[in-house]
Every structure is written in structure tokens, then in C-alpha cells.
């Protein structure tokens, strides 16, 4: 048997094996609160399913399991296998899960909005995981444990609040990447998110799309 799971994450969050919708930072369901700052990448979402008997048996986009005759993605299993593989191992043995998620992040040079450069070299970063369980782990927790490791941007604490938002728009928040912002943060046992877009990454989206597809991406 598996230890108890970390205090920190035992949210109220399902279980994950889906990475869940951020909402988007406007209109009247906007919230404010005590968030952890991190760099919104601009790539694929995938997921990679541990467990101690089979160890990485499982990888998928968002909504379908991956495997390698997928034209675009299939690079990132190699890449998974030869970066992370083992030290995300490591500390998912140190702590006794009994399955984790990791959820990360492939993205290159010129990737945007999800399609990327053909031959382009490739980045794979952490930016969320999910002990079985417990849901996705709190901001603090997921720093403690796995901020030695190379993870989304963090960009310190901030009240998430309309104007920190505009400056994310605007680019005026040090650090920011290129698409924005996601804020995570713990309101009581409840962990909460939103996401802010730069208006330059808006800009370029719609340069690239048609104008109903760029607005289903912008809106997303």
C-alpha cells in the first residue's frame, strides 16, 4: 500500500486523467484571489500515466491516447522517455504514489495556438501533475516537490485581480510568456484557476486563422 497522500493536495478536484478547462479571466464570473503565477506555454497539452508496476504505460493529447504513428505529437514519447521518465519516477516512488499524472507541456520555437514547425526541435515541460486520488497538486505543494525540475515558468504570488490581468494583456508583467498567464491558487480546500492572454498572442493567432477559428482559439 501506498502512503497517504501529501496534505497539500487532497482538493476538491476529481480525479484527473483529463488536464480540466482553465477559465478565462473576464465578464461577470471573474474572480479574485491569491494566486501563483505561471507561464502560460504555447504548445500540445499531454498527459503521461505512471504507475509502480508498469511505469509509464499510458501517454495522450488532451482528449485521445498517443502513440507513435501520430504524425505531429509522436515525437514528445521519445522525448518523454529520455528527459523525464526517470526523475518524475524518482519522486513518484519517493512518495509512495500509488499512480500519477503528469501533465506537460510540447511546444518549439514557432508553435502557436497547437501546430507546430515540421522538423522543428522540441520542448517537453512540466506543468501540472495529479497524484491517484487527489486531484491536480496545490501551486505550493507542486513547487515544493517538483520545482527542482524544469516546470512552467513561476512567476511569484499575486491577488488575481482586473488589473493584474491587464497587465498581463498589455505585456507588462515581468516574465510573462508570449500567450500569458495561468493564476493557481487554494481557497480553502478548493483549488481555483484563470488564465490571461497577451494581446500580442491574440494578435497572431488572428493573423494565422481564418476570423471563427481565431476567435474559437482566442476563446478557448
Known amino acids: 500500500m501506498g502512503a497517504a497522500p501529501d496534505p497539500g493536495h487532497n482538493m476538491k478536484v476529481p480525479a484527473v486523467k483529463q488536464y480540466p478547462s482553465i ?4 465578464g461577470s464570473a471573474f474572480r479574485s484571489f491569491e494566486a501563483y503565477l505561471f507561464g502560460k506555454l504555447d504548445g500540445s497539452s499531454l498527459r503521461f500515466e505512471w504507475n509502480p508496476k508498469t511505469g509509464w504505460s499510458k501517454a495522450g493529447s488532451r482528449r485521445r491516447l498517443l502513440d507513435e504513428s501520430d504524425p505531429i505529437l509522436a515525437p514528445a514519447l521519445a522525448l518523454f522517455q529520455t528527459t ?10 519517493d512518495k509512495h504514489y500509488v499512480r500519477l499524472t503528469a501533465f506537460l507541456e510540447l511546444y518549439g520555437p514557432h508553435s502557436l495556438a497547437g501546430q507546430h514547425l515540421a522538423g522543428e526541435p522540441k520542448t517537453l515541460t512540466l506543468f501540472d501533475v495529479a497524484p491517484f486520488g487527489g486531484g491536480l497538486l496545490g501551486p505550493a505543494e507542486f513547487l515544493r516537490i517538483f520545482g527542482a ?4 515558468p513561476y512567476l511569484g504570488q499575486a491577488t488575481w485581480t482586473r488589473e493584474l490581468v491587464e497587465r498581463i494583456r498589455t505585456g507588462q508583467l515581468p516574465g510573462a510568456t508570449f500567450e500569458g498567464v495561468v493564476g493557481k491558487g ?4 478548493e483549488l481555483v484557476m484563470a488564465k490571461a492572454k497577451s494581446q500580442a498572442w491574440i494578435e497572431a493567432v488572428r493573423a494565422r486563422y481564418a476570423p471563427g477559428e481565431a476567435q474559437r482559439i482566442i476563446e478557448s
Open 149 to 152: 525540475l524544469p516546470i512552467a
Open 23 to 26: 477559465p478565462r479571466a473576464s
Open 186 to 189: 487554494l481557497v480553502g480546500r
Open 84 to 93: 523525464w521518465d526517470e526523475p518524475l519516477a524518482r519522486i513518484a516512488r
